[in-house]
């Protein structure tokens, strides 16, 4: 299984952006998937999941309410929607993946990752 990111970039304070997280060879539809960020001098945080057991989310603290994260499994794809950004979201955002495993932010808990894409929020 690899996971390809896209949709970082330039993001405004207050504005959105949507990552996707792309499955190839595989589908992700028996898989959970998460999303993780990694800012500046900072450590590897979990922000949000999807279930693929039952498709329950989890969202950490500074971002719920804000961010949202869904499937398209006609596509593949995992996304996480991100509204209200601010500066402090900055860093490259991660998808990864298991399989047939609860809903998790740990990062040990994930055996395949994508490559990461960069997202910038200007203040």
């Known amino acids: 299984l690899e996971l390809v990111e896209s949709g970082g970039g330039l993001g405004q304070f207050g504005g959105s952006l949507r990552l996707s997280c792309v499955g190839t060879a595989f589908s992700l539809d028996d898989y959970s998937v998460a999303w993780f960020r990694q800012g500046p001098r900072q450590e590897r945080e979990g922000l949000s999941c999807i279930s693929g057991r039952d498709g329950a989310t989890l969202y950490t603290e500074s971002v719920k309410d804000r961010f949202t994260i869904f499937r398209d499994k006609g596509k593949n794809t995992v996304y996480l929607q991100m509204n209200s950004l601010k500066p402090d979201d900055t860093g490259v955002y991660f998808c990864?993946?298991?399989?047939?495993?609860?809903?998790?932010?740990?990062?040990?808990?994930?055996?395949?990752w994508g490559q990461g894409t960069q997202v910038t929020v200007s203040s």
């Open positions: 990864a993946a298991v399989v047939q495993h609860a809903c998790s932010m740990e990062l040990f808990d994930y055996g395949y």
